[in-house]
Each structure stands twice: as structure tokens, then as C-alpha cells.
């Protein structure tokens, strides 16, 4: 239509580019190590929070 090639074709030159996955390395992308790192956060002051509320009795 555009004269560009199928988003199959161009995901995977994307992929073909990437150097090989490193030994031992848990996130490959930056993003994912980011969420990852809120998520465990904000259930940390969950329950932060809800030792919080139990210790001074909220009415």
C-alpha cells in the first residue's frame, strides 16, 4: 500500500540486529526493570501502610 515492508518482515530485522541475551541477566530491557521495580514497591507500602493503620487503630 505504502511501499513498506509487512510488520513481520520488519520486527524481525529488529530482532536480527539485537545483540545475543547476556548469561545471568534478568531484564534485557530498561522498562521492564522499571515496572518491575514500581510494582514491588507499591505493594511494599501496601502493607507498610496496613501495619500502619492496625498499629494505630484507625476508627
Do not use: S, T, Y
Request: proline share 7%; aromatic share 8%; with cysteine.
Amino acid at each position: 500500500m505504502f511501499r513498506r515492508k509487512p510488520i513481520e518482515e520488519r520486527i524481525a530485522e529488529r530482532v536480527a540486529k539485537r545483540p545475543p541475551l547476556k548469561e545471568g541477566k534478568h531484564f534485557e530491557h530498561r522498562p521492564a526493570l522499571i515496572v518491575f521495580c514500581v510494582i514491588i514497591a507499591l505493594v511494599a507500602l501496601k502493607i507498610l501502610g496496613a501495619f500502619a493503620l492496625m498499629k494505630w487503630g484507625v476508627q
